[in-house]
C-alpha cells in the first residue's frame, strides 16, 4: 500500500502531490491493477490534510482512467503505469540507486542530486536532442560557473 507524505513547504498543492505520489507508485509497480488506495479517511489521519482534498486527488486519478472508485467499498486501482524497466527490483532502478549513493557520499545533498538529475533529464528529452540522446549545450550556457547571457 502507498503511504502519501504531504510536504507542506513544496509549493505544490497537497492534492497534486496526492496525484503525483500514486502516479509514481504506479510507474515503480509499487501499485497494481486491483490494488486498494488507502481510504480517504486514512490519508487524513496520517497527513492532516482536509477529506476533500484527499476525494479530488482520487477524482482527477479516476478522470485520468488509472483508478475506480467504488462506493462504499474503496478506489482500486485500475491500470498501471509501470514499464519492466521502471519497476523497482529493475536493473535500471538499480543502477540509479548505486548513483545516488554514490552522489550522496559525494558530498551532494538532495538538492544538489535533484539539480543534477533534472539537468540530464531535461536535456535527453529536449527537443533539441541530438540522435545519441544528448542535447546540445543550452543557448545562454557559460560553462560551469552557470551564468547565462
Do not use: C
Not at 48 to 63: F, M, S
Not at 76 to 104: I, M, Y
Not at 107 to 128: H, I, K, M, N, P
Amino acid at each position: 500500500m502507498v503511504e502519501y507524505l504531504i510536504d507542506r513547504h513544496s509549493g505544490l498543492s497537497p492534492y497534486l502531490q496526492i496525484v503525483e505520489q500514486t502516479k509514481r507508485a504506479l510507474r515503480l509497480g509499487v501499485l497494481r491493477p486491483g490494488d486498494q488506495l488507502p481510504t480517504a479517511r486514512e490519508v487524513v489521519e496520517a497527513t492532516a490534510i482536509n477529506p476533500n482534498t484527499v476525494l479530488k486527488a482520487y477524482r482527477e486519478l479516476e478522470r485520468e482512467g488509472l483508478v475506480d472508485s467504488r462506493r462504499g467499498v474503496g478506489t482500486f486501482v485500475r491500470r498501471s503505469l509501470a514499464k519492466p524497466q521502471t519497476v523497482a527490483d529493475s536493473a535500471l532502478h538499480a543502477e540509479l540507486a548505486d548513483w545516488v549513493r554514490r552522489a550522496r557520499e559525494a558530498g551532494l545533498d538532495r538538492e544538489d542530486v535533484d539539480a543534477l538529475v533534472t539537468t540530464a533529464v531535461d536535456a535527453a528529452f529536449s527537443a533539441s536532442a541530438s540522435p545519441s540522446g544528448l542535447a546540445e549545450e543550452p543557448t545562454g550556457w557559460h560553462g560551469r560557473t552557470g551564468t547565462t547571457e
